[in-house]
């Protein structure tokens, strides 16, 4: 079906809609520093490589394994939006060269870190603190964003099975998984299984509060609380207590499940977004859903500890807190509260049911309970949870509460945003700074232009994402050092590909959580002259607007002679469904003869609207044009998939 174009469908999409743009508008400063962002980022990428990896791949720089993935987190998702291929093969490049270094045990006098960290091309118990969620999230991020920009990759598909198979009991090698209790055996699952005897610099590390006064027992990583209620500073100078404290933390910390492991559903969703298999959506929700019943079961708080049978506390006298990255530590409001945001998205995406959303909401709303006002006005919401109750009050986060109201769209997760807002002293909501990967610090001013409060909010964003590439740029202009030196330094090495920005822009969604979560969209596009996926060359994309029922699309070629042509798709994964588009046609049919006429005297905008009910729509875009799509959407109502909109609805792997 065409609305306003002739051209034939290449890919035979069945049932596609084409529009046609036909105003003629300058480019608005948004679509320059788009492109432009774009083009940086692919001149960047090779010489970071070039100056910081041998030819092969391997990076001049040893940590632990997520660590490694980090550096290449989002050039995939940056490929996706539209990204030049050189990001995405490097990355590729990078990934492989990082898995086959860290899945052979190699022995280094360059340095010490230069182990083996991975055996069957996932985390091993070499290094186990890479095996929690905080780091296996962090690290699996590049993997997921693989998928996004190509899913027809056969061994990406095949690892994407084999990892989710290490978490769901498939695996004989990786029992980490209790069916009977619906829990992992330990917070730090491994492809070897779980993680279950520490050694005495892993369990300081753990306990450790980061200060050298004598440790409150309940504010690090982990706490041994109330078994140990003052864990003295020195305790790992005598072996006595040594002993007694090894065994205390096998047995408390690392026998049992935490929240934080929630994480692992964006592991085994992308194994269900390659494949479709049910067996991956059956676990995610059981997993979801047993936490569920655990906060329920804790009085709507959600405990962040079980133990070997499943029971709240069981290793802790009964304490609902104190658990790895839990409620205790400083680290709850970031990791524990990114694996439920993760775990509630999932769930949603695989079902469509809004009430999964109830995970993060619950927690978001019961701290909004507990929170205080100071004299200035101030909101402050706990952040911590210790023996003398809720503590560590500050300014109300609005990572999650933007997540769930993206999610939801719904009245009530609005005014919960509102509130934070109107209890705000402190930050400039409005205000857009330089921030690298890790993190969104710029969630406030998002939220402002949408609420119709920030209208420069596109500009601000992409010109801050400028400086980051600018920073990081400069920085290898600057670095004359020789590989030897680079890797006897052992310094993080440059990051000069940034995606907050892009995907907050082109895709109208916030950054996919950082800790693992996979990509939020309201819409994503397709190249359809180069088959791939992401916007055409010259093309620039802004979301302009979102409602619980649709979302406003600007779309721009900034070619001056060729006509591009693309789809969009409502969703990250197809998993909305478009129900209309409306959008102005403009009639200039002298403007080849006499450009001066179309310059000063206005041309009539024709109104259209037509009908639609797919997850696609293709438009073509003709030199020098612009075009405003107003989308009508029904959301969560469609399977999700990794497929392209020329797959079929099944994803052509080569060697399966």
């Known amino acids: 079906m065409t609305a306003s174009s002739s051209r034939r469908d290449p890919f035979n999409i069945a049932g596609i809609t084409t529009i046609k743009a036909t105003e003629i508008t300058a480019p608005p400063g948004w679509a320059l520093l788009e492109r432009s962002l774009l ?89 186990p603190g ?242 205080t006002t100071r004299e200035d006005g101030q909101l402050l919401v706990p952040s911590q949870y210790g023996p003398e109750g809720w503590q560590e009050f500050r300014a109300g986060r609005l990572r999650e509460p933007e997540h769930l109201y993206h999610a939801s769209m719904s009245s009530t997760d609005y005014q919960l945003l509102t509130v934070l807002r109107e209890g705000e002293r402190e930050r400039d909501w409005n205000a857009v700074v330089p921030s690298a990967t890790k993190g969104d610090n710029n969630a406030e001013a998002r939220f402002q232009y949408y609420d119709g409060k920030n209208p420069d909010w596109p500009e601000k964003i992409l010109r801050a994402e400028h400086q980051v590439i600018s920073m990081m740029t400069e920085a290898m202009n600057r670095d004359e050092r020789d590989p030897e030196t680079i890797i006897a330094d052992n310094e993080l090495p440059p990051q000069p590909v940034v995606s907050k920005g892009l995907t907050q822009v082109t895709m109208g969604a916030p950054q996919n959580v950082y800790h693992g979560g996979l990509n939020r969209a309201t819409v994503r596009y397709f190249d359809q002259d180069r088959a791939r996926a992401g916007l055409p060359l010259d093309v620039a994309a802004l979301v302009d607007s979102l409602t619980p029922k649709g979302a406003g699309v600007q779309l721009i070629n900034l070619s001056r002679r060729e006509t591009r042509h693309l789809i969009v798709q409502a969703g990250a994964f197809g998993e909305h469904q478009f129900t209309e588009v409306s959008f102005d046609q403009q009639d200039q049919p002298e403007l080849g003869r006499s450009p001066y006429k179309w310059m000063y005297e206005p041309y009539e905008k024709v109104p259209k609207r037509v009908k639609l009910d797919s997850k696609y729509l293709a438009v073509e875009l003709p030199p020098n044009t612009s075009i405003r799509l107003n989308l009508g959407m029904r959301r969560y109502v469609n399977t999700p998939s990794y497929a392209f909109p020329w797959h079929g609805g099944k994803i052509p792997v080569p060697f399966q």
Not at 59 to 64: C, L, Q, T
Not at 82 to 92: K, S, Y
Not at 162 to 190: L, V, Y
Not at 281 to 309: H, Q
């Open 39 to 127: 083009s940086s980022m692919e001149e960047a990428v090779p010489r970071m490589i070039s100056k910081y990896a041998e030819r092969a791949g391997a990076m001049y720089f040893a940590d632990d394994l997520d660590d490694l993935y980090e550096r290449v987190c989002d050039w995939g998702l940056v490929y996706a939006i539209g990204g030049a291929d050189v990001i995405l093969d490097l990355a590729l490049q990078e990934w492989n060269a990082a898995t086959r270094f860290s899945d052979l045990s190699i022995v280094s006098r360059v340095h010490p870190r230069f182990h083996q960290q991975a055996y069957n091309e996932y985390y091993n118990l070499e290094v």
């Open 130 to 371: 890479g095996a929690e969620w905080h780091h296996q999230g962090e690290g699996n991020q590049a993997f997921y964003n693989f998928g996004l920009a190509d899913p027809t990759i056969s061994e990406n598909v095949r690892r994407a099975q084999r990892f989710a198979g290490m978490m769901i009991g498939e695996d004989p090698e990786a029992d980490n998984w209790n069916p009977k209790h619906k829990m992992f055996r330990s917070p730090m699952q491994t492809s070897q299984g779980p993680y279950h005897n520490s050694s005495i610099e892993f369990a300081h590390r753990y306990l450790d509060t980061g200060n050298r006064s004598p440790l409150p027992d309940y504010s690090g990583r982990a706490s041994l609380h109330p078994i140990v209620k003052n864990l003295e500073m020195d305790w790992d100078q005598n072996p006595r207590r040594v002993k007694e404290i090894l065994k205390l933390f096998d047995k408390i910390i690392l026998n049992g499940d935490v929240a934080n492991s929630l994480s692992s559903t964006a592991l085994v969703t992308n194994a269900y977004l390659y494949t479709g298999d049910e067996k991956y959506k059956r676990w995610v929700l059981e997993y979801v859903e047993a936490w569920m019943e655990r906060s329920r079961l804790n009085g709507g708080i959600m405990p962040d500890n079980v133990g070997p049978s499943g029971v709240i506390g069981e290793q802790r006298d009964g304490q609902w807190w104190g658990g790895l990255y839990g409620w205790n530590s400083p680290w709850a409001g970031d990791l524990m509260f990114h694996a439920l945001t993760i775990a509630s998205e999932c769930a949603l995406l695989l079902t469509g049911d809004t009430s999964y959303l109830d995970l993060i909401r619950s927690q978001v709303e019961m701290l909004m309970n507990h929170s």
